[in-house]
């Protein structure tokens, strides 16, 4: 069982916008600013989709941010097009014992 | 470009020790800003954080594995290791090495990963 909670799937339409939660706790998710989005298109590299909760890397698109509110980050994908289906999972920072941990995943279907 | 690799045996016997190598490529690994990392993911299931390493040799790990874990460096080659002792089928997984941003918290570049099946 994974760290944070995230659904095991979510589903939109194209142009749509999709909103996916990573709910953590008062340790991790609620206490950082260090929650990161990744995109995973199996048997490709992970990709840093938004980090430190709400920034967008170089080069991701604007479609894509996040957000937090207590303990649950979220991450929203506006106009969904078809390449972002995909599976994305999030990650947050849970102090200088325990460090990182990640979400379960979240597998977005375009339909 | 920043391009990480994986490597080492697919399949590791239970309960002997898994390693793998991740050679770094387009830039530094005794880069100050960062440092660089393992992270796995069984079949089926969610991202695990193994462990990370500075390229000084400074390293902490997941409490969970941190028993059976050791990563090393080799500046001289670019490259990071991780050895994982006493494995078991539940250590099976696909094994990602990903560089480690201190600062913001993240991993901004990650290999393709590489799959150990751990079976007799």
């Known amino acids: 069982q994974s760290a944070l909670t995230q659904p095991a799937s979510v589903s939109g339409s194209p142009g749509q916008s999709i909103t996916i939660s990573c709910t953590g706790t008062?340790?991790?998710?609620?206490?950082?600013?260090?929650v990161s989005w990744y995109q995973h298109h199996p048997g490709k590299a992970p990709k840093l989709m938004i980090y430190?909760?709400?920034k967008r890397p170089s080069g991701v698109s604007n479609r894509f941010s996040g957000s937090k509110s207590g303990n649950t980050a979220s991450l929203t994908i506006s106009g969904l097009q078809a390449e972002d289906e995909a599976n994305y999972y999030c990650?947050?920072?849970?102090?200088?014992?325990?460090?990182?941990?990640f979400g379960g995943g979240t597998k977005l279907t375009v339909l | 470009q920043l391009q990480l690799q994986e490597s080492g045996p697919g399949l590791v016997k239970p309960p002997e020790t898994l390693s793998l190598t991740c050679t770094v490529s387009?830039?530094?690994?005794?880069?100050?800003?960062?440092?660089w990392g393992w992270i796995r993911q069984p079949p089926g299931k969610g991202l695990e954080w193994i462990g990370s390493?500075?390229?000084?040799?400074?390293?902490y790990y997941n409490p969970s594995l941190k028993s059976r874990v050791t990563i090393s460096v080799d500046t001289s080659k670019n490259q990071f290791s991780l050895k994982l002792s006493s494995v078991t089928a539940a250590d099976t997984a696909v094994y990602y090495c990903?560089?480690?941003?201190?600062?913001?918290?993240?991993?901004?570049?990650w290999g393709q990963g590489t799959l150990v099946t751990v079976s007799s």
């Open positions: 990903a560089r480690f941003i201190t600062a913001a918290g993240n991993f901004d570049y």
């Open positions: 387009g830039g530094s690994i005794s880069s100050s800003s960062y440092y």
């Open positions: 390493i500075y390229y000084s040799g400074n390293t």
């Open positions: 008062s340790s991790d998710v609620g206490s950082y600013n260090l």
């Open positions: 430190e909760g709400t």
């Open positions: 990650c947050s920072f849970a102090g200088s014992t325990t460090f990182w941990v």
